[in-house]
C-alpha cells in the first residue's frame, strides 16, 4: 500500500498493521490514549475528533502529547461532523484544533477535513515511533456492586468482554456508534453502561449508542463532556452527571443531571 495514501477509520483501534508511515483520519476522541494507539501504529500524522473539548480539554489532549512528538495532529468539530464516523468526517469536517507541527504544514482551524488530509498525506513524513506503554484501564469499582452484579470501569468500550454481560460497565468513551452501525453500541449484554456525550454534537452523534442499546434490553446513559474527562473511566464515575439517557435507564431511575454514581445506585435499586 502506498504511503501517500491516507487512511479514513472508524476508530483509532482499527488502524493495522499498514498504518505505519501513513496519515490517517480516525473517527476516535482526540484525547492522549487515542493520540498514543496511533503513535504505536506509526502513522505519519492523524486527525481525530474534538469530542466536545470538554472538561480540562480532554477532547483535545492527544494533540500536545503528539506535538511533544514532533507528530502533526489536529480534531474535528463536533459540531461539524459525526464522532465514530470516518466518512462523516471527511466529507463534512472542519479543524477545531491543530497542534503546532500540523501548522507548520499549513493546516488552520476552519480548514476541510479532506483538505487537511490531503495535506498530511503529501507531505511525505516518516512513522511516528514511541516505545512508551499506556494501558487502558479496566477495573472493578469495590463496593459499589449488588447482588452479584458488578460494576465495572473501563477507560474503552473496546474494553467489554462477554464476561461483563449482565454487569454494569462505566465507560470513558464516546457514546457514539462507529460507522452508525447498532452492533458497535455495546460487545455484550450489559444491564447498563455510562458513556460520554463528547459535546453531543452534529446529528447527535455523541448519544447514538443509546436507542442501539435500547432495542437490545440495555439501559443507557451518557454524562457531560463537562462533567467528566473523555476517555477517563473514573472520571466518568467520580465527577460524571448524566446528559442524557435512553427510556429503559428513566423506567430504572435515571435522570438528566444525576451523578453517575447516583445513576448506577438506580440501575441497581430492584437486583
Given at each position: 500500500m502506498r504511503d501517500d495514501v491516507p487512511l479514513v477509520l472508524d476508530s483509532v483501534t482499527h488502524l493495522a498493521a499498514d498504518a505505519a508511515g501513513r496519515a490517517a483520519?480516525?473517527?476516535?476522541?482526540?484525547?492522549?490514549?487515542?493520540?498514543?494507539?496511533?503513535?504505536?501504529?506509526?502513522?505519519?500524522?492523524?486527525?481525530?475528533?474534538?469530542?466536545?473539548?470538554?472538561?480540562?480539554?480532554?477532547?483535545?489532549?492527544?494533540?500536545?502529547?503528539?506535538?511533544?512528538?514532533?507528530?502533526?495532529?489536529?480534531?474535528?468539530?463536533?459540531?461539524?461532523?459525526?464522532?465514530?464516523?470516518?466518512?462523516?468526517?471527511?466529507?463534512?469536517?472542519?479543524?477545531?484544533?491543530?497542534?503546532?507541527?500540523?501548522?507548520?504544514?499549513?493546516?488552520?482551524?476552519?480548514?476541510?477535513?479532506?483538505?487537511?488530509?490531503?495535506?498530511?498525506?503529501?507531505?511525505?513524513?516518516?512513522?511516528?515511533?514511541?516505545?512508551?506503554?499506556?494501558?487502558?484501564?479496566?477495573?472493578?469499582?469495590?463496593?459499589?456492586?449488588?447482588?452479584?452484579?458488578?460494576?465495572?470501569?473501563?477507560?474503552?468500550?473496546?474494553?467489554?468482554?462477554?464476561?461483563?454481560?449482565?454487569?454494569?460497565?462505566?465507560?470513558?468513551?464516546?457514546?457514539?456508534?462507529l460507522g452508525g452501525r447498532p452492533e458497535t453500541a455495546a460487545k455484550a449484554a450489559v444491564r447498563a453502561a455510562l458513556y460520554n456525550d463528547a459535546g453531543i454534537g452534529v446529528d447527535e452523534a455523541g448519544t447514538s449508542r443509546l436507542p442501539a442499546l435500547e432495542a437490545r434490553g440495555i439501559a443507557g446513559a451518557c454524562v457531560s463532556c463537562f462533567s467528566a474527562r473523555i476517555g477517563d473511566a473514573m472520571s466518568t464515575w467520580n465527577d460524571g452527571f448524566v446528559s442524557a439517557l435512553n427510556p429503559l435507564a428513566a423506567s430504572r431511575g435515571g435522570r438528566i443531571g444525576q451523578s453517575a454514581r447516583d445513576f448506577v445506585a438506580a440501575m441497581l435499586e430492584h437486583v
Open positions: 483520519l480516525c473517527a476516535s476522541h482526540g484525547g492522549v490514549y487515542a493520540a498514543w494507539y496511533a503513535a504505536r501504529r506509526g502513522v505519519s500524522s492523524v486527525i481525530l475528533h474534538d469530542a466536545g473539548i470538554g472538561r480540562e480539554r480532554a477532547g483535545l489532549g492527544g494533540l500536545d502529547w503528539l506535538a511533544e512528538r514532533s507528530v502533526p495532529a489536529a480534531c474535528i468539530g463536533h459540531r461539524s461532523a459525526r464522532i465514530g464516523d470516518g466518512g462523516d468526517m471527511l466529507a463534512r469536517g472542519r479543524l477545531s484544533a491543530v497542534n503546532a507541527p500540523a501548522a507548520l504544514l499549513g493546516l488552520v482551524e476552519g480548514m476541510a477535513a479532506a483538505e487537511a488530509l490531503a495535506i498530511l498525506a503529501a507531505a511525505g513524513l516518516p512513522p511516528s515511533r514511541t516505545t512508551e506503554t499506556m494501558d487502558e484501564a479496566r477495573r472493578e469499582i469495590a463496593g459499589q456492586g449488588r447482588g452479584g452484579v458488578r460494576v465495572m470501569a473501563l477507560d474503552s468500550n473496546g474494553l467489554v468482554v462477554p464476561e461483563d454481560a449482565g454487569h454494569i460497565v462505566v465507560t470513558g468513551s464516546h457514546g457514539g456508534l
